[in-house]
């Protein structure tokens, strides 16, 4: 007979494993069936993140964002101490190089006092210098609480605690959901591999969450889209001159947080993500190119107003990603010192964003529920921050809507 699955999670990445972590922590007696459809964990966002513990400074109080990032920290850094996983809460400048900046940096700090971002404080250009000698700005904001982890080593280790709470809960690596239809009361998922039954599905599929969602039934107006971001190093010649993290004041206008200086967890010091419309949703080469994916994006009136709205940004970043010397002008605007020389090309990332009809993406964190599913539609930076808090969130809305005792 056919093993019938509990819940079973779609998607390897750092949501997927902490939806299904605390699914199981609750109901340790669930058969969980977590499938990725690539051969290992976190190979996609989860995987080539910057790897940078968020503070919860930038996002509107209120909002999803700002709880389950502030809520999902806490959780994320206990977690990372008990588990001995490599991170370090070694803080953040954002720094301020023009007059200009000052009024949205004074709204991103009103936003860390209402969401309860702890250790922040006010710098002078001198101050800026103490901490970062190399860095350039007229003021900053110090986050104490803003730190570095490695994500992938985070999503491995949650697999491992699921499947010591419960042996038999099962992970498949390069098994992909295909499609999914019934079976009397079970859902069926159909795989490259086969099929199997489970009595629940929460979807956590990052790029390709809009068409699994299609898939199984949920009627979406919106479109995932890519944006690809891609960073350079510090060689050896560069290195000293960043110590932490350094950030621009992001550009209201836009989601992302601008190119920023971020130390990892190995002692490399990456600057990046720029962020350049892909038209392959996992490609991480600067040519790569997908026919499926780029009539999805083509045939969807909000790619073209996105486009027309922000024609200028745009093009500027197409430019950059094959221009090292355009790159390094926007890196010199925090360390005007850098050269050439101290810049080497680095690894790319993919971000996934739920682009709305009007061009415009979703800011916030979107999930939603069938009565047998549910859908995280919506998970952009800071979700790997927010993962454990995410997981909540799908644990108590499963309890609600799948009516678990
Ligand atoms: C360049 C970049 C920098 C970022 N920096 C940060 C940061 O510093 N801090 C932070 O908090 N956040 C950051 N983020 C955001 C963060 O990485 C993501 O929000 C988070 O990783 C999302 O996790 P996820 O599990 O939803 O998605 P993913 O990690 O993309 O996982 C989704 C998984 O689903 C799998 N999948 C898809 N379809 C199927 C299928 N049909 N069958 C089986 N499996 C399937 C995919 O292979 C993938 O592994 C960054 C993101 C990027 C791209």
Same mark, same amino acid.
């Given at each position: 007979?056919? =093993? #019938?699955?509990?819940?079973?999670?779609?998607?390897?990445?750092?949501?997927?494993? $902490?939806?299904? @972590?605390?699914?199981? *922590?609750? =109901?340790?007696?669930?058969?969980?069936?977590?499938?990725? *459809?690539?051969?290992?964990? $976190?190979?996609?966002?989860?995987?080539?993140?910057?790897?940078?513990?968020?503070?919860?400074? @930038?996002?509107?109080?209120?909002?999803?964002?700002?709880? /389950?990032?502030?809520?999902?920290?806490?959780?994320?850094?206990?977690?990372?101490?008990?588990?001995?996983?490599?991170?370090?809460?070694?803080?953040?400048?954002?720094?301020?190089?023009?007059?200009?900046?000052?009024?949205?940096?004074?709204?991103? @700090?009103?936003?860390?006092?209402?969401?309860?971002?702890?250790?922040?404080? &006010?710098?002078?250009?001198?101050?800026?210098?103490?901490?970062?000698?190399?860095?350039?700005?007229?003021?900053?904001?110090?986050?104490?609480?803003?730190?570095?982890?490695?994500?992938?080593?985070?999503?491995?280790?949650?697999?491992?605690?699921?499947?010591?709470?419960?042996?038999?809960?099962?992970?498949?690596?390069?098994?992909?959901?295909?499609?999914?239809?019934?079976?009397?009361?079970?859902?069926?998922?159909?795989?490259?591999?086969?099929?199997? =039954?489970?009595?629940?599905?929460?979807?956590?599929?990052?790029?390709?969450?809009?068409?699994?969602?299609?898939?199984?039934?949920?009627?979406?107006?919106?479109?995932?889209?890519?944006?690809?971001?891609?960073?350079?190093?510090?060689?050896?010649?560069?290195?000293?001159?960043?110590?932490?993290?350094?950030?621009?004041?992001?550009?209201?206008?836009?989601?992302?947080?601008? #190119?920023?200086?971020?130390?990892?967890?190995?002692?490399?010091?990456?600057?990046?993500?720029? $962020?350049?419309?892909?038209?392959?949703?996992?490609?991480?080469?600067?040519?790569?190119?997908?026919?499926?994916?780029?009539?999805?994006?083509?045939?969807?009136?909000?790619? &073209?107003?996105?486009?027309?709205?922000?024609?200028?940004?745009?093009?500027?970043?197409?430019?950059?990603?094959?221009?090292?010397?355009?790159?390094? =002008?926007?890196?010199?605007?925090?360390?005007?010192?850098?050269?050439?020389?101290?810049?080497?090309?680095?690894?790319?990332?993919?971000?996934?964003?739920?682009?709305?009809?009007?061009?415009?993406?979703?800011?916030?964190?979107?999930?939603?529920?069938?009565?047998?599913?549910?859908?995280?539609? /919506?998970?952009?930076?800071? +979700? $790997?921050?927010? +993962?454990?808090?995410?997981?909540?969130?799908? @644990?108590?809305?499963?309890?609600?809507?799948?009516? &678990?005792?």
């Amino acid at each position: 007979m056919q =093993k #019938v699955f509990d819940v079973a999670v779609i998607g390897g990445g750092i949501v997927g494993l $902490a939806s299904a @972590y605390k699914i199981q *922590k609750n =109901k340790p007696n669930f058969k969980i069936l977590i499938l990725e *459809k690539e051969d290992l964990l $976190a190979p996609h966002q989860t995987g080539n993140n910057s790897g940078v513990i968020h503070s919860g400074i @930038y996002y509107p109080p209120g909002s999803m964002k700002a709880k /389950n990032c502030v809520d999902g920290r806490h959780e994320l850094v206990a977690f990372a101490k008990e588990h001995k996983i490599a991170h370090d809460i070694c803080g953040k400048l954002i720094v301020a190089t023009e007059p200009s900046e000052l009024p949205f940096m004074k709204k991103i @700090y009103g936003n860390g006092q209402a969401n309860g971002v702890e250790d922040m404080q &006010w710098l002078n250009s001198e101050e800026i210098k103490e901490i970062e000698p190399f860095c350039e700005g007229i003021e900053g904001l110090r986050v104490g609480c803003t730190g570095i982890i490695d994500y992938r080593a985070t999503t491995e280790k949650l697999a491992e605690l699921i499947l010591q709470i419960q042996p038999d809960s099962e992970l498949h690596l390069g098994e992909e959901a295909l499609k999914f239809d019934h079976d009397g009361d079970f859902k069926l998922i159909h795989t490259n591999k086969g099929s199997h =039954k489970a009595k629940k599905a929460i979807f956590c599929a990052g790029l390709q969450a809009d068409r699994l969602a299609k898939k199984d039934g949920v009627k979406l107006k919106e479109r995932v889209v890519g944006f690809r971001g891609d960073y350079f190093e510090l060689t050896d010649r560069g290195h000293h001159k960043v110590k932490h993290l350094i950030y621009p004041v992001p550009n209201p206008d836009f989601p992302f947080l601008g #190119v920023h200086f971020t130390r990892m967890t190995d002692g490399e010091i990456e600057c990046g993500p720029s $962020a350049v419309f892909t038209f392959k949703r996992e490609g991480y080469k600067k040519t790569d190119f997908d026919l499926r994916d780029t009539i999805d994006a083509l045939s969807y009136s909000g790619t &073209w107003k996105l486009f027309f709205g922000n024609m200028k940004f745009g093009i500027e970043e197409q430019i950059r990603a094959f221009s090292k010397k355009r790159f390094l =002008k926007t890196l010199q605007r925090l360390i005007p010192s850098l050269e050439m020389d101290d810049i080497r090309p680095g690894r790319s990332g993919v971000r996934a964003m739920l682009l709305n009809q009007s061009g415009d993406t979703r800011d916030d964190f979107r999930i939603e529920y069938t009565d047998e599913s549910i859908h995280v539609l /919506n998970a952009p930076s800071p +979700a $790997a921050t927010a +993962a454990l808090s995410i997981g909540n969130h799908v @644990y108590n809305m499963a309890q609600e809507h799948f009516n &678990w005792d």
